[in-house]
């Protein structure tokens, strides 16, 4: 599968998803591909995490994504079940202004309750695109990444300081530097690389070329 030259559409639940999923893969391709980051909720009516916001946007600058390729939305965090249609509206929204070639989405082995809504809805509003799924440690179980994409060193190392700039989450264990090096290292053994970032394949929409 080839990234290079494609329209990526990168969708996360809340501040953090996107970069702890796909952060050395975006850092990889974002110079050569065209892409948006969209978070559907902000966080902010939870007291504790209104900093989160801020490192999201912090977090991306240092994965190289322009200010202007990353939205945050406003849906209410652990709620999102009750607004399955509007989410859904909102991804057809997406589908036909970004038109995009390839979806990435939380994996449907995730069992936060958000994660598992979005990405419900994102492959009813997607048909007929590649969507991909990405990993959250801390949610999934039962993940196995049976697509691997192989990333440098420097873009797991961009993937760190990017992570790095949530401080409101600097004692979870799942931001800890050693378990997500560990992670990548993983995948990459899989894929018989230095270090790989994985995903499962919710679909994949193969077209012919000549």
Not at 91 to 111: A, G, M, W
Not at 126 to 151: A, K, M, N, Q
């Amino acid at each position: 599968m080839i990234f290079h030259g494609k329209k990526l559409l990168f969708l996360g639940a809340h501040p953090d998803d996107i970069e702890l999923g796909c952060g050395a893969l975006i850092h990889n391709i974002g110079p050569k591909s065209e892409m948006l980051c969209v978070t559907l909720s902000d966080n902010q009516k939870n007291p504790l995490l209104q900093n989160v916001l801020a490192e999201h946007h912090q977090s991306m600058a240092v994965l190289q994504v322009p200010p202007a390729s990353v939205v945050v939305k406003q849906f209410t965090t652990r709620l999102f079940h009750d607004a399955r249609q509007e989410i859904l509206e909102y991804f057809l929204t997406l589908r036909n202004e970004f038109k995009p070639d390839i979806i990435f989405v939380h994996s449907k082995q995730d069992i936060h309750q958000d994660h598992n809504t979005m990405t419900d809805e994102a492959l009813r509003a997607f048909r007929g695109i590649t969507v991909l799924g990405f990993d959250v440690v801390r949610s999934s179980y039962g993940f196995f990444p049976h697509f691997l994409v192989e990333v440098t060193e420097d873009d797991v190392n961009a993937k760190l300081q990017a992570l790095a700039q949530y401080k409101t989450y600097a004692d979870k264990y799942y931001f800890e530097s050693e378990l997500l090096r560990a992670t990548m290292v993983r995948h990459g053994a899989l894929a018989e690389r230095p270090y790989a970032e994985g995903f499962d394949i919710l679909r994949i929409v193969g077209r012919y070329s000549l």
